[in-house]
């Protein structure tokens, strides 16, 4: 592709998603698509010769975007938010064109220092301690690995990575079972297993873990003769928000000296609004902490930062230092890489500078206080019909549902609800997802699209009420 034919077809990509964004409302927020409709559809082997991009650009229109489900879409209610704003997009394009790779200071210098400012100034926006230091990730999926893997290494004095783990003390982390599967994912991937994973029951308001169940359990596991190493607690859980009381799990945490990781991947963001931060009293305490900037801070996909009081115990678990990589007459600069798991790296911090400038804190703050107000007036509004159960409160802007049928028993109930999310998402209207709470089948229902409005909302009460009528039969 010559330079003036890449001008065109980027010119054309560029508008093509800015009419997209500026009409994807009127789209069904989920895909529409059927399972192996894309695959039949496409041919089984690779072209030999190459075609017009005039053709590739048709068919891409053709089969794509109806096989699409809308994550921008301001009705986008499921899972949680993963939003892309216009500057961070403008970002991604110019990030695309460069493409660097940014494994280590010297491969791109600009990458790295950006990296670094974005990261203090998170750290200020969070209100985290001065002293935190941090990294971006891909996923917090990533991030949670490393803190795994540091706090195995950190318990085994740095002998797993040298001899293996056959052969030494068990390892044992701690947390509730409300935490995402990412930490269930770490415990097997780090070689710890799902039976070293010790699971700490819940209580409270925010269900959140109980700190005498997990000394005790502390207690009989170095009894048993296993080592304990670490805890993973929560800060808005995916399920329904559950939250632990970092406070008094790091109280008993340090009186083992354990180390101890937080996932705040979807909630953290909202610690940029000073009234939120009592959801994670004692925050100061914790040795790491991840939040995804591309959930609910708009920052587009993927964006993950991690945060720990101390860089050393990540660098003695993960630091390597080929001599290929070896940079030399730059002392003190710093290279990612050695807080990561892979190599190479993209550049991200681009997006993040792009977004932080354009909106500034209170731009981003305004959006999450809406959300979460929002939310409050949708469940106290949903709560007046008696067909619907609110299952648990807001925890910022996530609340759970069900469609109610005296009718009928839990089974009933439950085989109810998951028709009723299947009308409601396959209408289009609205994008919700599900979860179970006690063997209950219940609906999600969090608010933290960017371009979301108060109508929108509004739509999504008329709908949810409208179909759980239908549903019942009224
Ligand atoms: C609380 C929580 N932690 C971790 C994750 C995993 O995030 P990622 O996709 O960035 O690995 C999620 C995903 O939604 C989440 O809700």
């Known amino acids: ?7 065109d077809w980027a010119l054309k990509a560029a508008n093509w998603g800015v009419d997209y964004r500026k009409t994807v409302s009127e789209r069904p927020v989920r ?7 894309l695959i039949a559809a496409l041919p089984g082997e690779p072209p030999e010769v190459g075609v017009p991009f005039e053709e590739l650009f048709s068919d891409f229109e053709r089969l794509i975007p109806h096989g699409l489900t809308h994550w921008q879409h301001p009705r986008f209610f499921a899972y949680f938010p993963s939003n892309a704003a216009p500057p961070s997009v403008i970002a991604e394009i110019l990030t695309a064109a460069i493409s660097a790779q940014c494994m280590i200071w010297q491969t791109s210098p600009a990458a790295t220092e950006l990296e670094t400012v974005m990261l203090r100034w998170l750290v200020t926006a969070f209100g985290l301690p001065n002293e935190f230091d941090g990294v971006v990730h891909d996923t917090a999926s990533t991030a949670t690995l490393v803190a795994v ?3 195995r290494e950190r318990a085994l004095q740095w002998r797993g990575n040298q001899e293996g783990l056959s052969g030494q003390q068990r390892c044992r982390i701690y947390a509730s079972d409300l935490v995402h599967s990412s930490i269930d994912r770490a415990i097997w991937i780090s070689g710890i297993g799902q039976e070293n994973l ?3 029951p819940t209580d409270g308001p925010h269900n959140s873990l109980n700190p005498q169940a997990l000394r005790a359990a502390i207690e009989t596991d170095m009894g048993a003769g296993f080592l304990p190493a670490g805890v993973i607690l929560c800060v808005g859980g995916t399920s329904f928000g559950a939250s632990d009381q970092i406070n008094a799990a790091c109280e008993v945490a340090q009186e083992y000296g354990l180390y101890v990781h937080v996932d705040a991947a979807w909630a953290g963001s909202a610690m940029i609004c000073p009234e939120f931060r009592s959801l994670w009293q004692g925050i100061e305490l914790v040795d790491s902490i991840v939040i995804n900037p591309h959930k609910w801070l708009g920052i587009q ?3 993950s930062t991690h945060f720990f009081r101390d860089a050393s115990p990540i660098l003695k678990t993960l630091a390597i230092h080929p001599d290929y990589l070896q940079t030399y007459d730059k002392a003190g600069v710093r290279d990612y890489c050695e807080y990561t798991i892979p190599l190479g790296r993209r550049f991200r911090a681009l997006k993040m500078w792009f977004v932080l400038r354009y909106y500034g804190l209170e731009g981003l703050r305004t959006r999450i206080r809406n959300h979460v107000a929002w939310s ?3 469940v106290e509004e949903l709560r007046q019909s008696p067909l619907i159960e609110i299952c648990t409160p807001p925890f910022l802007s996530l609340f759970t549902f069900r469609l109610l049928d005296q009718s009928l028993s839990e089974e009933g109930l439950n085989l109810l609800n998951l028709e009723f999310l299947r009308r409601i998402n396959d209408e289009g209207l609205i994008y919700l997802s599900p979860t179970k709470i006690d063997g209950r089948q219940v609906i999600r229902f969090q608010i933290g699209q960017f371009d979301c409005s108060e109508a929108d909302v509004k739509l999504a009460k008329d709908c949810i009420l409208r179909l759980a009528a239908e549903c019942v039969g009224h």
């Open 1 to 7: 592709m010559d330079a003036e034919e890449f001008r």
């Open 31 to 37: 895909s529409p698509m059927q399972p192996s409709e």
């Open 149 to 151: 893997l540091t706090m």
């Open 198 to 200: 010790v699971r700490i």
């Open 301 to 303: 996909f993927d964006c």
């Open 376 to 378: 409050q007036v949708l």
